[in-house]
Structures are given as C-alpha cells and as structure tokens.
Nanobody
Framework: QVQLVESGGGLVQAGGSLRLSCVASGRTFSNYDMGWFRQAPGKEREFVASVNWSGGNTDYADSVKGRFTISRDNAKNTVYLQMNSLKPEDTAVYYC??????????????????WGQGTQVTVSS
C-alpha cells in the first residue's frame, strides 16, 4: 500500500508562485513514476506534469509548460511541483499520483495506481 500526502496549496494572487509537495510512504519510492493532476469544479481531472523514477524525464501539459516545474527527491520520498506565474485558470484541487508498475509515466488518470487526497490552489485575479 502506498500513501501520498500533498501539501503547499493555498491562496495566491495572479502572477504569484506556490510550491506543492507530495510525500510518499514506502521504501521503494525511487521505483515509482509520479504525476501531478488537477481538477477544477465541474471539470474532469486533468494531467499537469509527470516525472519518471529517476527524475530524468519530465512531461508537462501545454497549459503549464514554461511556468510549472516538476522535480523529485528520492532520498526524501518527495515529489514537488513549483508553480510560477500563476493564473486564475490554474485554480483547482491538485493531486499527486503514483505508478508503481514500472511502465513509465502517463498523462492518463486511469494509468495511475495511487492518489493523494489533494490540496487546494486558488489564484485570485
């Protein structure tokens, strides 16, 4: 069983920054491929960013490319999402997720095995 706990959300003005963290349980975090997703009210959960087990490969949604950066620290069992130049349309609950099967990262919700409880990010205009 893998537990994921997100933190770092909050209220920020447009143009501001936040850093989300996600701490994972388990001794094999370095084997997991990780992703960040978000879900705004009335919308489906959508892919934001992913990072492979080593941190060497990352992927981003077009809407956040150049503004968000995903990274990981395997010694701390933690994955991060640095969010800069935030926009009101970034407002959502942000979730981290893990793929433990070793198949690699994915943009699809259904490919992820474990999910955190989410953290709210609100960007005011």
């Amino acid at each position: 069983q893998v537990q994921l706990v997100e933190s770092g959300g909050g209220l920020v003005q447009a143009g501001g920054s936040l850093r989300l963290s996600c701490v994972a349980s388990g001794r094999t975090f370095s084997n997991y491929d990780m992703g960040w997703f978000r879900q705004a009210p009335g919308k489906e959960r959508e892919f934001v960013a992913s990072v492979n087990w080593s941190g060497g490969n990352t992927d981003y949604a077009d809407s956040v490319k150049g503004r968000f950066t995903i990274s990981r620290d395997n010694a701390k069992n933690t994955v991060y999402l640095q969010m800069n130049s935030l926009k009101p349309e970034d407002t959502a609950v942000y979730y981290c997720a893990a793929i433990i099967t070793g198949w690699g990262t994915s943009v699809r919700v259904s490919d992820y095995d474990y999910w955190g409880q989410g953290t709210q990010v609100t960007v005011s205009s």
